[in-house]
């Protein structure tokens, strides 16, 4: 049995409190056999417990929107040629990533046009990679005329996740080196640029989000340990089964950027109009009939038009539906798993995960809705059983 003068050096050490001493002094004084209180371990916080599970319900959701993705399974292009005494700068194919690379591959384009001061230059599109184009153009002191079939609320830019993240730019087993490289500098200096954006005007955000998956989160090219975009990858760490409360084994954690695209694409699309640029709505069916613009300079940001337009087989669709529900205050992360995903937006939570290679019917469905709707019922059911249950 301890001694006095032991517990008191032990309490001194911080192996036990001075009210196990006294506790032992009283032991000692009774002669009563006395088994030692042993404090509970303090609970561990794991992830995720104080977040808000989304309440997904048929009757919350507001409306069904589809687009369909410019996707080359070698990636985008960004490619300058001389065409009849004209330059002419291709822009397109960015698949799930335009959003995300908008800045950085408009900035790749300007480039290879240098230089552009005082000329005339035309760009053909008005979405994101168009306006971006345009806006950067004219802070080289271009003029800078935007010819387009649709503008904003009416883009497939509009209908965009718009999580910062370049997601489904192209296939792994395709990537070349040239290509890696074109990548990364335009994923760098569009990281970077958003950035500037922060805050309500242009509705961007910084949130964490949550891959969800069942088997151990691996490290490739793109992200994790190792990876090319890993250092964008702010406040990053993997839990494992019993250090989250998702409805998986694994959880992997980072924070980026939320943009909303309605106030983010008019916002862009008011700077580029008051800085001067003209703006005309028209559609064009051919290469001969863009190239006979007046115009030095032609950029074709045209997206999945420019595989028509300028006969390029790699160029594909794949179409993306969402679920849009009512805006729910207090939910203020991104959940993503192989087969789903979430969005907090203000102008309401975003849930999808189809992908459909090849179809060009842009029309949302109800079967896909259902599904959508479905699997995300399950999801955060289940999450807010975790919560309930301690994880």
């Known amino acids: 049995m301890m001694n006095r003068r032991h517990a008191i050096t032990l309490a001194a050490c911080g192996l036990v409190s001075p009210v196990g001493c006294r506790r032992q002094e009283k032991v000692e004084a009774t002669g009563k056999p006395h088994e030692p209180e042993i404090p509970a371990p303090a609970a561990v916080a794991r992830e995720g417990r104080s977040l808000i599970p989304v309440k997904v319900e048929e009757a919350l959701e507001i409306r069904r929107v589809a687009g369909l993705r410019p996707f080359r399974p070698v990636g985008f292009v960004v490619r300058r040629e001389e065409v009849n005494g004209k330059t002419l700068v291709h822009n397109y194919g960015h698949g799930g990533g335009g959003m995300s690379l908008s800045w950085g591959s408009a900035h790749l384009a300007v480039k290879l046009a240098q230089p552009v001061a005082g000329k005339s230059c035309a760009v053909i599109g008005g979405g994101v990679m168009g306006l971006s184009t345009a806006r950067l153009l004219q802070l080289q002191g271009a003029d800078v005329t935007i010819l387009t079939r649709e503008l904003p609320p009416n883009t497939t830019s509009n209908v965009a996740g718009a999580q910062w993240w370049p997601f489904s730019v192209f296939d792994p087993d395709r990537r070349t080196d ?214």
């Open 178 to 391: 040239a290509f890696g490289a074109q990548y990364v500098e335009a994923a760098q200096f569009a990281y970077d640029y958003f950035q500037k954006l922060v805050g309500p005007r242009w509705g961007v955000r910084w949130l964490p989000n949550y891959y969800l998956s069942d088997e151990p989160p691996t490290n490739g090219w793109l992200a994790g340990p190792g990876g090319v975009l890993h250092h964008m990858q702010v406040g990053f760490h993997d839990f494992g089964p019993g250090e989250h409360v998702f409805p998986a084994r694994h959880a992997r954690r980072f924070f980026t950027m939320m943009i909303e695209p309605s106030l983010y694409l008019n916002t862009l699309l008011l700077d580029v109009h008051t800085a001067g640029a003209k703006i005309e709505v028209r559609s064009f069916s051919s290469a001969e009939e863009i190239l006979g613009l007046p115009h030095e300079v032609i950029f074709n940001c045209t997206g999945l038009g420019a595989g028509q337009l300028f006969h390029d087989p790699e160029l594909v669709p794949i179409k993306g539906q969402l679920s849009l529900l009512l805006p729910q205050p207090g939910v203020d992360y991104n959940l993503i798993t192989n087969s789903a995903y979430m969005f907090p937006r203000a102008d309401g939570i975003v849930l999808g995960g189809t992908y459909e290679k090849g179809q060009w019917d842009a029309t949302p469905t109800a079967e896909a809705s259902q599904n959508i709707l479905r699997s995300h019922q399950r999801l955060f059911s289940e999450m807010a059983r975790l919560q309930g249950s301690g994880g």
